[in-house]
């Protein structure tokens, strides 16, 4: 019997099975008291917290920043993100009064760039609305760019001590393991279940924000992913999935579709004294308000360009098209790609790029294309730090030309 076929069984909780529930909040919620529960998270919580800087001060300002950050982003990653944003724009005022390529530039690397977009436009909300202090209800919250329900729970329970359930990855995994649920965590029927037992667990509790807190770390420390420490767990003795010897058949995700596969082709222009012609993008979209070196998609013709090897004859038109809408003239002939691939969520891309030198006249003569929101400049090498960039294009301008500060190799 496989691990799978025991934890469905049991799962179901059926009168007389082994994972019967112990008490309480009424059937397949809780596998114990939620007092009980909420007061031996909170006691482990207070031992075992991890010291982590936005834990210090405990403004809405700062515990909006981190959490944002934290979407999708390791901690330790986030913590040195976090310490240059806070020196740079200690309070919400100094964030709101930067300019989108200055915060866009400090973003670069953290990925996910409508998130920097959309803390900027809320700080300058929260500066022309709401006189430079943040909404205290989540109803409030939730009226700002890019917050939304996690953000808006987190703020209002962390910050403002409302009795908020603030649902994550861990959150989920934590409780669908504690109650031994399989229902799939991707679907509103796990979000409605991890949400009503999070919410029983803060508002059975005189300190909801440590509930919350708790319950994340609980998962990022002891309940992870894999091997979790069921040892060292204040909740092993309610836990049904331990009970089963099966934590890790939890949770549930329904089957996700594939990643769609993108090719793009890409032309590093460098003048002669060795400058580089970025575009800003549009601010919608993926990577939006970035930037980057004129780059397309190309065309796919053959059902899942992204993985073809060679690079395509749509690839070489592509890189001519580029340079042709830019008033540019493009060779006859073209240097072999440089091939760089990159692992989105939801994309696989692989972009196909070519440098190319320009004489000082073409360079001189370049413009942005006419449309709209795009912009370009020529910018020194060292100057991309100064605005945003992702990280699938600092790793192309690395693999076509070097890491920062090597010999140009034109
Ligand atoms: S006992 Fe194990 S599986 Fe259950 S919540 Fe704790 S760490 Fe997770």
Request: positive net charge; proline residues 7%.
């Amino acid at each position: 019997m496989t691990h799978r076929s025991r934890t469905k069984s049991s799962a179901g909780a059926a009168p007389g099975a082994p994972l019967v529930a112990k008490t309480t909040m009424g059937a397949s919620t809780l596998p114990d008291d939620a007092a009980l529960l909420a007061a031996q998270l909170s006691r482990w919580f207070a031992g075992a917290a991890r010291d982590l800087p936005w834990r210090h001060d405990r403004t809405p300002y700062r515990v909006w920043l981190s959490e944002v950050m934290l979407q999708q982003t390791r901690v330790a990653v986030v913590v040195d993100y976090f310490a240059r944003f806070t020196a740079r724009f200690p309070d919400v005022g100094a964030l709101a009064a930067a300019s989108e390529d200055d915060v866009l530039g400090l973003w670069s690397g953290l990925g996910y760039y409508s998130r920097g977009r959309n803390l900027h436009k809320a700080a300058r909300v929260v500066v022309d609305e709401h006189g430079g202090r943040f909404p205290s209800t989540r109803d409030g919250l939730r009226a700002l760019p890019g917050v939304g329900d996690y953000t808006s729970a987190a703020i209002a329970s962390l910050a403002f001590g409302e009795s908020a359930a603030v649902v994550d990855g861990n959150v989920h995994r934590v409780l669908m393991r504690l109650c031994a649920d399989d229902t799939a965590i991707d679907t509103p029927a796990g979000q409605r279940a991890t949400t009503a037992r999070a919410t029983a667990l803060v508002t059975a509790t005189s300190s909801p924000a440590t509930v919350n807190e708790g319950l994340m770390e609980l998962g990022a420390l002891v309940c992870a992913p894999r091997a979790p420490s069921c040892g060292a767990c204040p909740w092993r003795r309610s836990c049904r999935a331990h009970d089963a010897g099966a934590p890790e058949d939890y949770p549930v995700k329904a089957r996700r579709p594939a990643r769609r596969a993108l090719r793009v082709a890409a032309v590093v222009l460098v003048d002669e004294a060795g400058h580089l012609w970025l575009e800003r993008r549009a601010s919608r979209g993926l990577f939006g308000g970035l930037w980057e070196p004129p780059g397309t998609v190309v065309p796919d013709d053959a059902g899942d360009a992204a993985a073809t090897a060679a690079t395509t004859e749509a690839t070489t038109e592509a890189w001519r098209g580029l340079l042709v809408a830019r008033g540019l003239t493009a060779p006859s002939t073209w240097p072999p790609a440089v091939v760089v691939q990159r692992t989105l969520t939801h994309r696989d891309l692989r972009f196909d790029v070519v440098v190319v030198p320009l004489p000082a006249d073409a360079a001189r003569a370049l413009r942005p294309l006419d449309s709209g929101e795009l912009d370009g400049r020529w910018l020194a090498r060292g100057a991309l730090g100064a605005v945003g960039t992702s990280t699938a294009v600092r790793a192309v301008l690395e693999a076509a030309l070097g890491p920062p500060g090597s010999p140009r190799l034109l």
